[in-house]
């Protein structure tokens, strides 16, 4: 069985930029959400797919965008790339059959840097 | 408001000695509550996790923690630390309704002393 998986590992961009982070999920796993961990923080939820479709959002603002495809592996889409943009993005699955029940596996995250 | 406080940012504590790192949530509801480890470099790591039922659970590596419903918190403990349990802690407050989503304390960043 194949945990999450996250590409890419490391990323640096500039001011402006736009940048697409990958996420496959878990085999079975069909709920996939993201977070982003800055600094000496711990991590904020930024939204979640489920079937193709956001299924709720935290505070972040709308230049941050995902998709879900029909694999399930999702991307995370940030445009107009501040400072304050660059931290962990961790991505994490679920099957959802048992709701709110179920453990969200994590992948190993993709450092983003922006200058 | 739902939140999470974890009021420990850093404890150090020496190999052998026992450990408790503390957790405090806010929820309108019994909340699911999860501790996971983050290494250097590395995503996240469930150590245990508590829905229902028996309020001491118990996680790999030898770790444990307990639900206290009176004082809204769910402590980690492990009675003797091993120099690879250096890392950092973050306490999670699992939603049980709309959008399955966790939120996350600041995280205790363990050190440990030979």
């Known amino acids: 069985e194949t945990g999450v998986t996250q590409s890419p590992t490391h990323l640096i961009k500039t001011r402006g930029q736009q940048v697409t982070l990958r996420c496959s999920s878990q085999?079975?796993?069909?709920?996939v959400s993201w977070y982003q961990q800055a600094l000496g923080q711990g991590p904020q939820f930024i939204f979640q797919?489920?079937?193709?479709?956001?299924?709720g959002r935290g505070n972040f603002p709308p230049r941050f965008s995902g998709l879900q495809f029909p694999n399930y592996s999702s991307e995370l889409n940030v445009n107009a790339l501040e400072l304050d943009d660059s931290a962990l993005y961790l991505c994490?699955?679920?099957?959802?059959?048992?709701?709110?029940?179920?453990?969200?596996?994590f992948g190993p995250g993709t450092r983003l840097t922006v200058l | 408001a739902q939140s999470v406080t974890q009021p420990d940012i850093h404890i150090t504590v020496s190999e052998g000695a026992s450990l408790e790192l503390r957790c405090n949530y806010s929820?309108?509801?019994?909340?699911?509550l999860f501790w996971y480890v983050q290494s250097p470099g590395q995503g996240l790591q469930l150590l245990l996790k508590y829905f229902s039922g028996d309020t001491l659970v118990q996680g790999i590596k030898g770790f444990e923690a307990e639900f206290k419903r009176s004082q809204s918190s769910f402590n980690l403990r492990k009675p003797s630390v091993h120099w690879s349990d250096a890392a950092e802690y973050f306490c999670a407050v699992g939603a049980t309704s709309g959008t399955y989503k966790y939120i996350f304390g600041t995280g205790t960043r363990l050190k440990v002393l030979a």
């Open positions: 085999s079975g796993h069909n709920t």
């Open positions: 797919y489920y079937r193709e479709e956001e299924n």
């Open positions: 994490a699955s679920s099957p959802i059959s048992g709701g709110a029940r179920n453990e969200q596996f």
């Open positions: 929820y309108g509801a019994t909340p699911y």
